[in-house]
């Protein structure tokens, strides 16, 4: 069973940060390529980051040069760093396994960003 949990969410001000983190399990963690996507209200869910078992990362225009995707195979989980948040960053986060396809119906309960004074 594919299981992942997101966390790490909250409020913050215009340009804060905030660092989530996704811990996965029911798969071969270190193989999978891992996305965090995001979902504003009356929007479509869009990926934000990606980043492969080999660890190569690939960003959403929109979020390059201030979000950076890792993970840790040890503990199986993946992370996201925010930085420069916008307030057109809220959004409800989740991540996904991308590779292999099998695993990417499979979705957390996403984690709540809200960026506002």
């Known amino acids: 069973q594919v299981r992942l949990v997101e966390s790490g969410g909250g409020l913050v001000q215009p340009g804060g940060s905030l660092r989530l983190s996704c811990a996965a399990s029911?798969?071969?963690?270190?193989?999978?390529?891992m996305a965090w996507f995001r979902q504003a209200p009356g929007s479509q869910r869009e990926s934000v980051a990606i980043?492969?078992?080999?660890?190569?990362?690939s960003y959403a225009d929109s979020v390059k040069g201030r979000f950076t995707i890792s993970r840790d195979n040890a503990v199986n989980t993946v992370y996201l760093q925010m930085g420069s948040l916008k307030p057109e960053d809220t959004a409800v986060y989740y991540c996904?396994?991308?590779?292999?396809?099998?695993?990417?119906?499979?979705w957390g309960q996403g984690t709540q960003v809200t960026v506002s004074s």
């Open positions: 996904n396994v991308l590779e292999p396809r099998r695993y990417s119906q499979y």
């Open positions: 029911g798969t071969d963690f270190k193989f999978n390529t």
């Open positions: 980043i492969t078992g080999g660890g190569a990362t």
